[in-house]
Nanobody, 124 residues
Framework: QVQVVESGGGSVQAGGSLKVACAVT????????VGWFRQTPGKEREWVAS???????YVDDSVEGRFTISEDSNKYTVYLQMNNFQRDDTGMYYC??????????????????WGQGTEVTASA
């Protein structure tokens, strides 16, 4: 079994920065992909960024240049550094883990394991 736990959410001033973390533990031998998604009430969960264990990563255009995804491979913890955080970025941020090096990193159903989410809110 694989466990995914997010941490580090909270309130951040518009224009400010916040870093959230995702710890992936358990039977992670074949887990090669970790992604971040976000969701606001009434909307579908949307992809933000993903990183493969080999180092390849992708970031959605809406956050390109502001958000950075990285990994501490020793701990298998994936970070999402969010800079110049805007009100439209507010939401519940979910981390998810998937098997293998296949594509479709931006699809929700690519990931069988999900965390409970951590809320990130932009304040005035």
């Amino acid at each position: 079994q694989v466990q995914v736990v997010e941490s580090g959410g909270g309130s951040v001033q518009a224009g400010g920065s916040l870093k959230v973390a995702c710890a992936v533990t358990g039977d992670t031998g074949n887990i090669k992909l970790v992604g971040w998604f976000r969701q606001t009430p009434g909307k579908e969960r949307e992809w933000v960024a993903s990183i493969y264990r080999e180092g390849r990563y992708y970031v959605d255009d809406s956050v390109e240049g502001r958000f950075t995804i990285s990994e501490d491979s020793n701990k298998y913890t994936v970070y999402l550094q969010m800079n110049n955080f805007q009100r439209d970025d507010t939401g519940m941020y979910y981390c998810a883990a998937g098997y293998g090096y296949g594509g479709s990193w931006y699809k929700v159903d690519r990931y069988p394991y999900w965390g409970q989410g951590t809320e990130v809110t932009a304040s005035a």
